[in-house]
């Protein structure tokens, strides 16, 4: 119970109160569907929030799809899941965002098939089928 107190409950009671008596404000700003026409998902979407994948639990990372066009589907929009949140700016300064917004997206079943096949080892472009045993350079001791 000790560990806990110092661990966890000590620092987050300081930092409410830090931000209670802060002088800077903070905001969270809920994004609606209207981000998303026909409440589809797209590439530049990527970098606005943070998006989770319901099939997998993953995160789509930019990496995957970093060749294809901004306007590029990669998948259908859920539910917004977290609002961003911000700090208000003072006079004269841009507000800074802390944390993205979270939404869960069904992914195309283009970018699952691309990301399997990503997964699987290859040698010289050609995919082979690895068992828990061998690795694409040859069998593990």
Not at 47 to 74: G, K, M, S, Y
Not at 100 to 126: H, T, Y
Request: hydrophobic share 40%; proline share 6%.
């Amino acid at each position: 119970m000790e560990r806990l107190r110092d661990d966890i409950l000590e620092p987050a009671a300081s930092l409410a109160t830090k931000m209670s008596s802060s002088p800077s404000r903070y905001r969270w700003e809920w994004y609606h569907e209207a981000h998303f026409p026909q409440r589809v998902v797209r590439k530049y979407h990527l970098e606005l929030f943070i998006v989770q994948d319901a099939r997998t639990h993953n995160r789509i990372p930019i990496a995957n799809v970093e060749t294809l066009p901004d306007e590029t589907a990669i998948g259908e929009l859920l539910v917004i899941v977290f609002p961003a949140l911000f700090r208000c700016a003072d006079s004269g300064h841009e507000e800074i965002q802390i944390e993205k917004a979270v939404i869960l997206v069904r992914a195309n079943e283009d970018l699952q098939r691309q990301k399997r096949s990503e997964d699987k080892p290859s040698v010289l472009g050609k995919t082979v089928p690895q068992t828990s045993k061998d690795s694409a350079l040859g069998r593990l001791n």
